[in-house]
């Protein structure tokens, strides 16, 4: 007689699906599986966020060396052109008459405005003074390139935003007189109006002061911010000066940022 092996089973019930000791094995790969997949895709969030740090890093790096980097015209053009920028929308233009030797903070802003902006540094001070187009006002601009980090120029920035001071009139800017020009007259006494920008995007303090070309004293000037307002019946406000200050300071401040997204070749100042 022929007898075959009983069929695996036989005489035992039959078993549903796998066996326990089937299923902890198979829980387990599913769990290496699945930190495997989470850990992947961690690291590949890192990897991005550690390229968009490192790109803001660079951007950062770049804007704190167009002091010396590239030529004057690409920082304080010739002509700035300030569609809408005056009173009521109307359309100005500012043509540059002089520009200041670049140097420290020592003897280009008052001692006050130093002590607020100490925290950050001052690296380098390039300044220019413009005039509209029918050389009624003059207007100076600064940018103060400084030595921080960005944590520490938001941090600045914090502190100016709720302690006011971009508007205290004991904090505001000094001007560059040009000789032999409509700003030859102008100093701490012709300041009508100004502004004060702490940027956290780049190393650098964007600040703008204007005033009448003709010389004459302001006794009480006022932040762009407040001259700028609708209803503003102050001098500085009912002349445009706050406007004056503010159209260039926007405009030299985006041309910054246009600089430092796509820098020319580098060319030492």
């Known amino acids: ?38 850990g992947g895709a961690v690291t590949g969030s890192w990897l991005v966020g ?100 960005a944590t520490a120029m938001r941090a600045l920035d914090a502190r100016f935003t709720k302690e006011g001071l971009a508007k205290r009139d004991d904090l505001m800017p000094r001007p560059y007189a040009v000789k032999g020009t409509v700003a030859a007259g102008f100093g701490a006494k012709q300041r009508a109006s100004w502004t004060i920008s702490v940027l956290t995007d780049a190393p650098v303090v964007v600040y703008t002061v204007s005033g009448w070309a003709d010389g004459r004293a302001v006794d009480t000037p006022q932040p762009a911010a407040e001259a700028t307002a609708s209803g503003a019946t102050t001098a500085p406000g009912q002349a445009g000066l706050g406007h004056e200050a503010q159209g260039l300071a926007d405009r030299v401040e985006r041309g910054l940022r246009r600089t430092a997204a796509s820098p020319p070749p580098e060319q030492s100042r």
């Open 1 to 38: 007689m022929v007898s075959f092996a009983e069929p695996e089973g036989f005489g035992e019930p039959v078993r549903q699906g796998m066996g326990a000791r089937q299923r902890a094995v198979v829980a387990a790969a599913c769990v290496v599986l699945g930190l495997g997949l989470i």
């Open 50 to 149: 550690g390229s968009a740090d490192a790109a803001e890093r660079t951007s950062y790096a770049t804007a704190g060396g167009l002091w010396h980097n590239v030529p004057v015209d690409d920082l304080f053009p010739r002509t700035v052109d300030g569609q809408g920028a005056g009173p009521g929308g109307a359309d100005r233009t500012w043509t540059r008459i002089g520009v200041a030797p670049d140097g420290d903070c020592a003897d280009a802003l008052d001692p006050l405005l130093r002590t607020a902006l100490a925290p950050v540094g001052c690296r380098r001070l390039l300044r220019a003074t413009y005039t509209d187009a029918t050389q009624s006002y003059v207007t100076t601009v600064g940018l103060l390139f400084t030595t921080a980090d």
